[in-house]
Every structure is written in C-alpha cells, then in structure tokens.
Nanobody, 127 residues
Framework: QAQLVESGGGLVQAGDSPRLSCAASGRTFRTYGMGWFRQAPGKEREVVAGIKWNGLQTVYADPVKERFTISRDNAKSTVFLQMNSLKPEDTAVYYC????????????????????WGQGTQVTVSS
C-alpha cells in the first residue's frame, strides 16, 4: 500500500511549464507503476501519463503528448509530471496513483487499473 501526496499545482498562465510532484510513502514504491490522471469539472477522470514500475516505459494521452513528461525517482519515492506549454483546456485536478498490481508488464491507462490515489492538486490555467 502507499500514501500519495501531490504538490506543485496552482494558478498559472497559458504557456507556463510547472512540474507536479507526487511523494509516496511505503517501501513498495519501486515495484509499482505510477500514473497521473486529471479530472475537469463535468468530465470523467482521465489518464494523463503512466510510467512502468522500472521507469523503462511511459505512455501519454493524446492531448498532452509532446508537452508532458512523466518521470520517477525511486530513491526519493517520487513521481513527477513536467507540464510544458499549458493550455486553458489543461485545467483540472491532477491526481497521481499507484498501479494496483506490482511488477506489471504494462502500464495502466484506466482508473480501475490503479489502487491508491492521492488527494489531487488543482491546476488552473488562465488565458
């Protein structure tokens, strides 16, 4: 199990490039894939990016591909989401999550694939 705490959100301007962080507690961080999701008002929670437990593979949703980068630092039990060139449509609550299965061969792309969630951090992009 894990406890996740996101940080780095806030009110930003279009074109800004903040980085979100997700600090995880527990000794099993290294064996779980991690994901970033976002949820805008009136919309379902959707995947933004995912990273394999060993950090060797990543996946991105089409709206953020080429702009966002997910990474992890297992020594610090932290996963990051570098967000470049933010757009107003990126406005949402961003959540990090831990895959429900350790040592997964793939990367989860849906909410049911993840077992633990942080409380989320609001990212508001003004135009």
């Amino acid at each position: 199990q894990a406890q996740l705490v996101e940080s780095g959100g806030g009110l930003v301007q279009a074109g800004d490039s903040p980085r979100l962080s997700c600090a995880a507690s527990g000794r099993t961080f290294r064996t779980y894939g991690m994901g970033w999701f976002r949820q805008a008002p009136g919309k379902e929670r959707e995947v933004v990016a995912g990273i394999k437990w060993n950090g060797l593979q990543t996946v991105y949703a089409d709206p953020v591909k080429e702009r966002f980068t997910i990474s992890r630092d297992n020594a610090k039990s932290t996963v990051f989401l570098q967000m470049n060139s933010l757009k107003p449509e990126d406005t949402a609550v961003y959540y990090c999550a831990t895959d429900s299965t350790p040592l997964s061969s793939g990367i989860g792309r849906n909410v049911p694939d993840y077992g633990y969630w942080g409380q989320g951090t609001q990212v508001t992009v003004s135009s």
